[in-house]
């Protein structure tokens, strides 16, 4: 098992050797098999985008969209990030992926402005790895040179494994980010451990407020406790607030009442495939959020 245990010590990136016991069987092998399949999946184009839209709560309007990375594994079909964005990771394959997602994103959205849809905004996920490279501002810079999207509609959406991994660093980069005229978002907001931290010390554009704050949201639960702290915050640094994965009118209604700037998730609509997503932007009704007399429409 010398091959697996090195394999093993690969991955992880360290040079370490890990011994083998029965227990790592299925899981290794099914990681290895990931890589491999991974491996191939870029040069076979098995990578496609689902695009979700984020809805201007004050007028009911698409405001942007989150670009979400697919991948339809052969055998497995339609496979999400969650499952293999780690291996991605350990194997340096997301840097590849990434930029492939970066200019997919950016082109499709430069597309969409040609045909009207403008002011429109694409979000785009950096992995930790991405956002460290030596090269990401050079590579955003390139990209955005390359489509033709002006650099105001893109915001890259980091995590706080990203941003604390090397503080200086990170200021730096955001620095160089924000003379380019990119925007930031801070996703997965509130759930880290240093979220307060790093509004402190990261010039950041936007707060994506996290899920698990949203999906028992009600009016007087100390959810809403926690989303009116963020969203007062936001506010008082002038960043803007998204709510990430809002499922029903109830948390609308919730997120409304609170002044919540923008919002995301199945209630509005799945992330779907760009061509779903350009007759959503023709078709796509501006609810009237104000006093919901439209029941938004599910997709
Ligand atoms: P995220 O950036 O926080 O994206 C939001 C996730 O929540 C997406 O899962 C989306 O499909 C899901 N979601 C949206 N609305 C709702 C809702 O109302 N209810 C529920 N239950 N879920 C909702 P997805 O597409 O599976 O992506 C998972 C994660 O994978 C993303 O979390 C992001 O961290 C990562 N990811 C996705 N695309 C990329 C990419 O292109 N590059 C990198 N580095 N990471 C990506
Ligand atoms: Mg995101
Ligand atoms: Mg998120
Ligand atoms: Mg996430």
Redesign the pocket.
Same mark, same amino acid.
């Given at each position: 098992y010398a091959d697996l245990a090195m394999y093993r010590a690969k991955a992880e990136g360290r040079n370490t050797l890990r011994f083998y016991s029965p227990e790592m069987d299925s899981i290794s092998w099914n990681n290895i098999s990931l890589e491999a399949d991974l491996r191939k999946a870029i040069a076979q184009e098995q990578f496609e !985008?689902?695009y #979700?839209p984020q809805i201007d709560l004050a007028t009911g309007a698409i405001a942007g969209a989150?670009? !979400?990375? @697919?991948w339809s594994r052969p055998e497995f079909g339609l496979t999400?990030?969650?499952v293999f964005?780690d291996i991605?990771e350990e194997t340096g394959l997301?840097n590849e992926?990434?930029t492939w997602?970066l200019t997919k994103a950016c082109t499709q959205a430069a597309t969409w402005q040609s045909l009207g849809h403008a002011p429109f905004r694409i979000s785009?996920? !950096?992995?930790p790895l #991405?956002f460290l490279r030596q090269d990401i501002v050079q590579v955003v810079e390139n990209t955005l040179e390359q489509t033709g999207l002006n650099p105001g509609s893109l915001e890259l959406?980091l995590?706080e494994g990203s941003l604390l991994k090397d503080v200086e660093r990170t200021k730096q980069v955001l620095r160089s980010l924000k003379e380019l005229g990119v925007r930031v978002a801070i %996703? %997965?907001f509130g759930v880290g451990f240093s979220s307060l931290s790093y509004l402190k010390n990261f010039p950041v554009d936007t707060l994506?407020i %996290? @899920?698990s704050f949203i999906?028992s949201l009600l009016a007087g639960s100390r959810d809403e406790a926690i989303v009116r702290a963020i969203i007062s915050l936001a506010q008082s640094l002038e960043l803007k607030v998204v709510a $990430?994965?809002? $499922?029903t009118n109830q948390q609308l209604a919730c997120l409304l009442s609170l002044s919540c700037d923008e919002a #995301?998730?199945? !209630?509005f609509s @799945?992330?779907v495939p760009s061509g779903i997503f350009e007759s959503l932007l023709r078709d796509y009704p501006r609810y009237l959020l104000r006093n919901q007399s439209v029941p938004a429409k599910k997709v």
């Open positions: !985008l689902y #979700q989150e670009a !979400l990375l @697919r999400s990030p969650n964005i991605a997301i992926i990434g997602v785009v996920n !950096l992995s #991405q959406e995590t %996703d %997965d994506k %996290d @899920r999906s $990430e994965g809002v $499922e #995301q998730g199945y !209630l @799945r992330p």
